[in-house]
Nanobody, 124 residues
Framework: QVQLVESGGGSEQPGGSLRLSCATS????????IGWFRQGPGKEREGVSW????????GYADTVKGRFTISREKDKNIVYLQMDGLKPEDTAVYYC?????????????????WGQGTQVTVSS
């Protein structure tokens, strides 16, 4: 049974950093794409970043490129999203998701499995 559990959210000031974790189980991470998405108040869910395990391919939305870094801790089947230079517009519920078919996408509809989300709030 595929499971994804996010953690690491919280409140941070602009310019600060947070690291989100997505603990995965029930599947072989090498064969899946793991994506990070976010949904701000009154906004649609948008793709932030993705990681394709077997090839170490990554992708980022333009809004976070150069500030966020996605990585994988292989032995623990955890995918991280390191978020630096946080801005108020990064405030959202962040979700990780798994795609068993593709090779990397920022489109929510491409993903079959979702975690429950973790809140990130950036304000002074």
């Amino acid at each position: 049974q595929v499971q994804l559990v996010e953690s690491g959210g919280g409140s941070e000031q602009p310019g600060g950093s947070l690291r989100l974790s997505c603990a995965t189980s029930g599947f072989t991470l090498d064969h899946y794409v793991i994506g990070w998405f976010r949904q701000g108040p009154g906004k649609e869910r948008e793709g932030v970043s993705w990681f394709f395990g077997s090839e170490n391919w990554t992708g980022y939305a333009d809004t976070v490129k150069g500030r966020f870094t996605i990585s994988r801790e292989k032995d623990k089947n955890i995918v991280y999203l390191q978020m630096d230079g946080l801005k108020p517009e990064d405030t959202a519920v962040y979700y990780c998701a798994a795609d068993s078919v593709g090779y990397g996408s920022l489109t929510p509809a491409s993903y079959q499995y979702w975690g429950q989300g973790t809140q990130v709030t950036v304000s002074s």
